[in-house]
């Protein structure tokens, strides 16, 4: 049975703490990485499979460079430390980190269905994040992002600048 999360199978890797999760969170274990400007958080949570049937255990990075979006050979390197490299990216907000997900049971291995049933917001560097359409009644996850991190919603400030 697998009970950890994903830790660097290589040197060059500092272990920089492994977080204290509430009860009852979604997360079964986690701990953060560091490598030169790279930072990575590796958890196991208990999440909706991207197929949406049902859910499970499933790996899950974030990798971000200084407080900044990594650049694509820390993301390759990261995904290899980690034994990530089949995962799938898919990021839910439009912060720094990007985010890859593996589910445990490969049966489940799919594109998240997020990538058709919502938009997909492309940032100008590329990054691209996935947002409920307005119709859904579900809060716009840039609005949520900048409750929780101050940074301004880039689709409503956007059109809310002269």
Known sequence: MIDRERQ?????WTYVFASVIPSGDAVLSASQWRSGPVRVTSALEDAEYP??????????????????????????????????????????????????????????RVECQCKTDEDVIVDPDGYEWTNPKPESGEECRGCEFEKMRGKPCPIHRAAEAP
Do not use: C, T, Y
Not at 8 to 12: A, E, F, K, Q, T
């Open 8 to 12: 660097p199978r290589d040197s060059g």
């Open 51 to 108: 197929d949406g049937i049902g859910g499970g255990p499933q790996w899950h990075i974030s990798i971000s460079a200084m407080g900044k979006r990594p650049k694509e050979h820390h993301v390759r390197r990261a995904l290899r430390a980690f034994g990530m490299v089949s995962a799938e990216e898919d990021n839910h907000h439009p912060g720094v980190a990007r985010h890859f997900w593996m589910p445990v049971d490969p049966a489940h």
